[in-house]
């Protein structure tokens, strides 16, 4: 494959910042990616490992002469690295994000870029529940959808952005930031809490050992502990950011569970059986769809069925 971007600078080393320069790497995308972390422990491990070109001892160093620069840190993160990134930036240059939650950022981002560069927030809808440099593998993006969020930047720097993303594996769609918000709300935000939540209650029951917790974990649990050890700064910075979608799809999974809590009170089966017969329909529509894995990991590199 041909080279897209000629320097891309990756600010923050973690999951989806390694994933993307492996990505890039095995498919000769970029010239030269250079790199940041703010601990001294992550750059030496990027150094390590080989992770990007050249690492930086500062995120200005990193962005000097990149034609493309993204932000792979926590979202809380993200103001205080475009502050300083901003006076460094080339001329031309597009910057990118791509962080959880679309509105957040954009608000933190874009009062603090020069006008003379692009700014193209996107969101790739894959990850697991590891983190650090040492997370990452090329394949992660491979048939999982990234979301870009243009709102109106220039459409060359968004075709070249899309580009990447594609050559890197992913299927591109364009998406406005508050939809973005509410979808992201329904099908991870919302879904990582209640995980967050199932585990903390089995954990509080303590007539259920530990042990039996590991032991009898069935699929279901077995995924929401899998969920539930994802990093917490970034889950933290998620809700914090994602406010009132999340705790509108959160109202309405409350008034959900109480009518089925009521369901099973009252032994009214044909209210639990139609419920559920609704739920399948959706699953099965999924999978005609050809929208499901059935990867144990969200994003490990399993091909569309
Ligand atoms: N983990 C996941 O499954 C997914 C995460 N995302 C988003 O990607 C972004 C990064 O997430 P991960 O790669 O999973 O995180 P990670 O925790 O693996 O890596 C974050 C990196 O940012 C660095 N960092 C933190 N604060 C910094 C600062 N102020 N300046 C410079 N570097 C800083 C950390 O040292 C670390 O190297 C987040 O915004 C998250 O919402 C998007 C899709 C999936
Ligand atoms: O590991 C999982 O189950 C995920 O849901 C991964 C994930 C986490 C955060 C995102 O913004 C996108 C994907």
Not at 207 to 231: L, M, N, Q
Request: hydrophobic letters at 45%.
């Amino acid at each position: 494959m041909s080279q897209i971007y000629d320097r891309v600078a990756l600010i923050g080393l973690g999951l989806i910042a390694s994933s993307m320069f492996w990505a890039m790497k095995r498919g000769g995308l970029a010239g030269e990616v250079t790199g940041y972390a703010r601990s001294e422990e992550t750059r030496a491990t990027a150094r390590e490992i080989g992770l990007c070109d050249r690492v930086c001892e500062s995120a200005a160093e990193a962005v000097e002469g990149a034609d493309l620069v993204v932000l792979c840190v926590p979202i809380g993160a993200m103001e205080a690295v475009t502050v300083e990134i901003a006076p460094h930036l080339a001329k031309g240059a597009t910057v990118s994000d791509v962080g959880s939650v679309k509105r957040a950022v954009i608000e933190a981002v874009k009062p603090h870029l020069p006008k003379d560069v692009h700014f193209v927030p996107a969101h790739p809808l894959a990850g697991t529940e590891h983190s650090g440099p040492k997370s990452g593998f090329a394949e992660l993006f491979e048939n999982r959808w990234c979301l870009l969020v243009p709102e109106g930047a220039d459409t060359k720097a968004v075709a070249r952005l899309r580009k990447l993303w594609e050559a890197m594996g992913a299927n591109v769609d364009e998406m406005e930031a508050d939809h973005h918000d509410l979808v992201l709300a329904v099908t991870s935000h919302a879904p990582h809490l209640i995980a967050y939540t199932m585990v903390g209650v089995a954990d509080d029951l303590r007539r259920v050992t530990d042990s039996e917790i590991i032991k009898y974990s069935a699929a279901g649990f077995r995924d929401f502990t899998r969920i539930a050890a994802s990093d917490p700064t970034m889950w933290r910075d998620v809700f914090l950011t994602n406010k009132d979608a999340t705790l509108e799809i959160l109202g309405r999974f409350t008034e959900e569970l109480f009518a089925l809590q009521r369901a099973i009170r009252t032994g009214d089966g044909d209210h639990l059986f139609d419920y559920f017969t609704h739920t399948r329909a959706i699953r099965r529509g999924i999978i005609e769809a050809g929208q499901d894995t059935d990867a144990p990991d969200f994003g490990r590199g399993a091909a569309k069925e």
